[in-house]
């Protein structure tokens, strides 16, 4: 395992994380994810993240650190609340990393991230209190992520940011516009997540799609239509290319992320452990300069290629009456709206307000509310992305 110094602090390079212990991809084998979390340590992992709001994960990743928490370096999150909405005012925040230096039985916390922006809160307050907490000692550093640039920026302004975490990988490069060159500027390290694209490059083609109840895989549309296609010619180019260098899409995708300029960290979270041996082998391998450069070009020609593909798509979908299948309705929609802010179509910041009614929408159970609400965010986004149509 490699590893990297960044503002006086030393990590490995290749870091845990703890998302799946959420739920958030189906069935969790408690026990079998504490081995990983052992095998991560006893291979050289000393970046763990978790998050407030990842269900028992910071409890259960407290446990397993115990006495060797002094060595590892330690990332947490203060996440929205049961509701969806973030509170960062200062005693909200003070609560919040009370509880969270509780559950992981430590007594600081290395790197402590803002997960979701609160826009009735003022940046200044919030700084103002993480840098108490950091004077206090129960804090080290603290980040921010899933905030739009403007806002982040408006943070990198107020206080010193350690990082910003982002997703970033060969099938989600959308960071590469605006979030992270402004990191670059401001000498602002950059976490990337997801960078094996949620397992996305470990599927074979014409595999079917079988998620567990829960996995928000089974609606994530990086799992669908276009992008999916898209996805998997990535995954069969990189066995390609690299398949002679001994590597695998999932390790060439994870170095690929390494080698980006302003990358600290890149977090993998698997939940077995020779799914993780693979990642973290990904840390000693190289590969040459010249096919690094092949890579690099049809990266590009293939973003070229799905943006013209998805802009068809999300006009389709979104010019014609929805599936009556509420379901269905809801990940079509959820799926032009995000693959419009994948691909730069939209900002995030102005699409943010419908993503939240999309899911509102989603909850409503009542057939025919749920399907005049859902119509209602079709010609809204629509109207957004296609005005002249």
């Not at 291979?43 to 060797?68: C, H, W």
């Not at 330690?74 to 996440?79: A, Q």
């Amino acid at each position: 395992m490699k590893y990297r110094e960044h503002q006086g602090e030393r990590f490995s390079e290749i870091g845990m994380g703890c998302y799946g212990l959420s739920g958030a991809y189906g069935t969790v084998d408690i026990q079998e994810y504490k081995k990983t979390l052992d095998y991560a340590i006893e291979n050289g992992v000393t970046y763990f993240d978790t998050a407030q709001g990842y269900g028992s994960a910071e409890e259960i990743l407290g446990e397993v650190l115990g006495k060797r928490r002094t060595s590892l370096f330690l990332s947490t999150k203060v996440s929205p609340d049961a509701s969806g909405k973030a509170d960062l005012r200062t005693e909200s925040l003070y609560r919040a990393c009370e509880a969270s230096l509780k559950r992981l039985k430590t007594d600081y916390i290395d790197l402590y991230n803002i997960h979701f922006d609160d826009p009735e809160t003022p940046v200044e307050e919030t700084v103002t209190a993480l840098e108490k907490l950091v004077r206090e000692g129960k804090i080290r550093h603290y980040g921010v992520g899933h905030l739009p640039p403007h806002r982040v920026k408006r943070y990198m302004e107020s206080g010193k940011l350690f990082s910003v975490m982002g997703e970033y990988s060969v099938v989600a490069r959308q960071g590469e516009r605006e979030l992270f060159p402004l990191c670059r500027q401001y000498k602002t390290g950059i976490v990337a997540f997801s960078v094996t694209g949620r397992g996305v490059l470990a599927r074979k083609r014409g595999e079917e799609s079988c998620f567990d109840k829960g996995d928000i895989r089974a609606i994530d549309p990086l799992f669908q239509r276009e992008r999916l296609s898209s996805a998997l010619r990535i995954a069969d180019y990189l066995k390609e290319i690299a398949g002679d260098h001994e590597m695998t899409p999932i390790q060439t995708a994870i170095a690929w992320v390494l080698r980006r300029p302003g990358v600290i960290c890149a977090l993998t979270g698997p939940s077995r452990r020779d799914h993780l041996r693979e990642n973290i082998r990904a840390s000693s391998q190289e590969l040459p300069q010249s096919i690094w450069e092949e890579i690099e070009s049809f990266l590009e020609q293939e973003e070229s290629r799905l943006k013209e593909e998805g802009h068809q798509a999300v006009l389709t979908l979104l010019s014609k009456p929805l599936d009556p299948d509420g379901e269905k309705a809801f990940k079509d929609l959820l799926y032009a709206a995000e693959t419009a802010v994948a691909l730069g179509f939209l900002e995030e910041s102005v699409l943010m307000p419908l993503f939240y009614d999309l899911f509102q929408t989603r909850a409503t159970r009542d057939a025919e509310e749920c399907s005049r609400a859902l119509e209602r965010v079709r010609l809204e986004v629509k109207g957004l992305l296609f005005p002249e149509e």
